[in-house]
């Protein structure tokens, strides 16, 4: 069993920058590969991006790749989501996910098996 548990949404002004957390509970995060998910407001849950459980391998939405920065720390426990450039378009609210693998490199965009409660993300004009 793993818990997430998501911080550093928030309200902010189209083009500040923001850093989502996700700390796991465990001592087996390294074991699980990472996703970030978006739900916006009328939208259907969306992909964000991905890393393997070492951090070395990351994968992006086409439509988020450049200005999100997903990364990790074993050590923390903790996966992060730097977002750039905020747009309103980038409103919603966003999850952490886990997937257990025995695959250090690969990185997955579904069947992820933990999900956090998510945090929301607000970026006025």
């Known amino acids: 069993q793993l818990q997430l548990v998501e911080s550093g949404g928030g309200l902010v002004q189209a083009g500040d920058s923001l850093k989502l957390s996700c700390v796991a509970s465990?001592?087996?995060?390294?074991?699980?590969?990472m996703g970030w998910f978006r739900h916006a407001p009328g939208k259907e849950r969306e992909f964000v991006a991905a890393?393997?459980?070492?951090?070395?391998?990351?994968y992006y939405s086409t439509s988020m790749k450049g200005r999100f920065t997903v990364s990790r720390d074993n050590a923390k426990n903790t996966l992060y989501l730097q977002i750039n450039g905020a747009k309103p378009e980038d409103t919603g609210h966003y999850y952490c996910?886990?997937?257990?693998?025995?695959?250090?490199?690969?990185?997955?965009?579904?069947?992820?098996?933990?999900w956090g409660q998510g945090t929301q993300v607000t970026v006025s004009t």
């Open positions: 890393t393997s459980r070492s951090g070395a391998n990351t």
């Open positions: 465990g001592r087996t995060f390294p074991t699980y590969a």
């Open positions: 996910a886990a997937k257990f693998t025995y695959s250090n490199d690969d990185y997955y965009l579904q069947g992820y098996d933990y």
